[in-house]
Nanobody
Framework: QVQLVESGGGLVQAGGSLRLSCAAS?????????VGWFRQAPGKEREFVAS???????TYADSVKGRFTISRDNGKNTVYLQMNSLKPEDTAVYYC????????????WGQGTQVTVSS
């Protein structure tokens, strides 16, 4: 069973930084090599933030380019989302997810971690 556990969320002032972690069980990233971060703010739809894959590297939403960086540590079965220069509009629950292929839906999701950016 695939398990994804996000951590690292919290309350931070605008301009601050946080690093989110997505820890996966077993050999998840071998079977599901595409890892994405998404977020959902209150009253809004879930939106893509960033993804990482061996095939095409890293991709980012325009709203976070230059501020967020996605990376992975295969030895620790963990994917990170470094978030710098945070803005109040970054406030949301952040989720990580994995999928097998670029043209497929994400197969498994974590439970989410809350990020709150105060102005």
């Amino acid at each position: 069973q695939v398990q994804l556990v996000e951590s690292g969320g919290g309350l931070v002032q605008a301009g601050g930084s946080l690093r989110l972690s997505c820890a996966a069980s077993g050999s998840t990233f071998s079977t599901y090599p595409i890892v994405g971060w998404f977020r959902q703010a209150p009253g809004k739809e879930r939106e893509f933030v960033a993804s990482i894959t061996w095939i095409i590297g890293n991709t980012y939403a325009d709203s976070v380019k230059g501020r967020f960086t996605i990376s992975r540590d295969n030895g620790k079965n963990t994917v990170y989302l470094q978030m710098n220069s945070l803005k109040p509009e970054d406030t949301a629950v952040y989720y990580c997810a994995v999928r097998r292929r670029l043209n497929s839906d994400y197969d498994y999701w974590g439970q989410g971690t809350q990020v709150t950016v105060s102005s």
